[in-house]
């Protein structure tokens, strides 16, 4: 079964910048929308950021300008660039499927704590 493991959150001041990395294991990756999600205390999970087979991507209006989704086919990888952080950003990010496939079982996610 693919497993997803993501890494790269922290604490950073409001302004600041981080990069997520997911790990995807599996040899169908690049025939796979992914999408990174959070969820802050308290709250739904959402999706954030999807980025399709072809590389075309899709942003919630929250985080347009913002974040920017890529991925490596060759490394199975999906990244999330975080600029211009907000403390409403903070939240527990995870990655997973973002297409008509059942999800895959939720990882530990990284955590991002945003300060004021």
């Known amino acids: 079964q693919v497993q997803l493991v993501e890494s790269g959150g922290g604490l950073v001041q409001a302004g600041g910048s981080l990069r997520l990395s997911c790990a995807a294991s599996?040899?169908?990756?690049?025939?796979?929308?992914y999408g990174w999600y959070r969820q802050a205390p308290g709250k739904e999970r959402e999706l954030v950021a999807r980025?399709?087979?072809?590389?075309?991507?899709r942003d919630a209006d929250s985080v347009k300008g913002r974040f920017a989704i890529s991925r490596d086919n060759a490394k199975n990888t999906v990244s999330l660039q975080m600029n211009s952080l907000k403390p409403e950003d903070t939240a527990v990010y995870y990655c997973?499927?973002?297409?008509?496939?059942?999800?895959?079982?939720w990882g530990q996610g990284t955590q991002v704590t945003v300060s004021p």
């Open positions: 997973n499927y973002a297409d008509w496939r059942a999800k895959l079982p």
């Open positions: 599996g040899s169908t990756f690049s025939s796979i929308t």
């Open positions: 980025i399709f087979t072809d590389g075309s991507t």
